[in-house]
């Protein structure tokens, strides 16, 4: 029986990275007091992708953390889907 050892790089995302993902964070979360305007929806949506990049520049690279990525990406694709239907379903109900 043979033992295999691998190495896991460290993953460090930059300061700025951490930075710009936490801001982003925050002012999503302060979205949530202007209810479920159509301005909250539209910045929770574009705060989304941001941080979706902010995961990406920390992931790129990364070989052995690629299933997290995709598990994001995949995440982030349903929570815009969701987005969107709720977007167009406010629409319609203000006559757009």
């Known amino acids: 029986m043979t033992s295999r050892s691998t190495t896991v790089r460290s993953i460090s995302p930059s300061g700025t990275t951490v930075l710009a993902s936490n801001i982003f964070a925050l002012i999503a979360f302060a979205t949530l007091l202007l209810a479920l305007s159509v301005i909250a929806l539209i910045m929770q949506l574009m705060l ?10 920390t992931f790129a690279g990364h070989e052995e953390q690629r299933w997290y990525w995709r598990l994001r990406f995949r995440i982030t694709l349903i929570v815009a889907a969701a987005y969107c239907v709720m977007l167009v379903d406010r629409a319609l109900s203000l006559g757009i």
């Open 48 to 57: 989304f992708a941001f941080l979706l990049a902010a995961a990406f520049r």
